[in-house]
């Protein structure tokens, strides 16, 4: 069974720059998609950004330009560097591991957008 560990929430003002990190074990990390969704309250999941292998990735249209997926396949991590955060990007942040119809997902971490 795979296990997603997030850290690097947080609170910050707007404008300024986080950098969340999510740890994998027990699956075969570099052969996943890995993505971060993120929700905030009263509202659905939603996916932020996907690394597919590393040689695609994909962006929601609302942090295009200011936040980047990476991955390092050797240490079974994955990233999302946030810059320019905005108050609408407070949610709960979520890792995901995706393969086919199988999806391992962390236990979230908070990222809190405010002055």
């Known amino acids: 069974q795979g296990q997603l560990v997030e850290s690097g929430g947080g609170l910050v003002q707007p404008g300024g720059s986080l950098r969340l990190t999510c740890v994998v074990s027990g699956i075969p990390f570099s052969v996943y998609a890995m993505a971060w969704y993120r929700q905030a309250p009263g509202n659905q999941r939603e996916l932020v950004a996907r690394s597919i292998r590393g040689r695609l990735t994909n962006y929601a249209d609302s942090v295009k330009g200011r936040f980047t997926i990476s991955r390092d396949n050797a240490k079974n991590t994955v990233y999302l560097q946030m810059n320019s955060l905005k108050p609408e990007d407070t949610a709960v942040y979520y890792c995901?591991?995706?393969?086919?119809?199988?999806?391992?997902w962390g236990q979230g971490t908070q990222v809190t957008v405010s002055s």
């Open positions: 995901n591991a995706g393969l086919g119809s199988v999806d391992f």
